[in-house]
Nanobody, 124 residues
Framework: QLQASGGGLVQAGGSLRLSCTASGGTFSGYTLGWFRQATGKEREFVASIRRTSSNPFYAGSVKGRFTISRDNAKSTLYLQMNSLQPEDTAVYFC???????????????????WGQGTLVTVSS
């Protein structure tokens, strides 16, 4: 089970850090990621991180501004978001999979587990 938190209202140019805590499984055995969904739009891949924190992968729209990380000892996934823009406004979901392949990281249906989402609102 995944539980996301840390969303809120921030002005453009500001920062937020999202967290996602996991329970009920071996956290270190999962590839983890973040998706987001803006009102009226499809879910969009944001970032992913492999089991050993190697090979973080980012969507082009957030690369250089967002950083994904994980603490396996705390069973927690993070997303540090800097230089936020109004177009980053969305509900952010954490995701997990034990066996996802690299070519499917940006495909929502490829992920086995989804958190409930946390709302990020960026005002201009």
């Amino acid at each position: 089970q995944l539980q996301a938190s840390g969303g809120g209202l921030v002005q453009a140019g500001g920062s937020l850090r999202l967290s996602c805590t996991a329970s009920g499984g071996t956290f270190s055995g999962y590839t983890l990621g973040w998706f987001r969904q803006a009102t009226g739009k499809e879910r969009e891949f944001v970032a992913s991180i492999r089991r050993t924190s190697s090979n973080p992968f980012y969507a082009g729209s957030v690369k250089g501004r967002f950083t994904i990380s994980r603490d396996n000892a705390k069973s927690t996934l993070y997303l540090q978001m800097n230089s936020l823009q109004p177009e980053d406004t969305a509900v952010y979901f954490c995701v997990a999979s034990r066996s996802i392949i690299l070519s499917n990281l940006d495909v929502p249906s490829s992920w086995d587990h989804w958190g409930q989402g946390t709302l990020v609102t960026v005002s201009s």
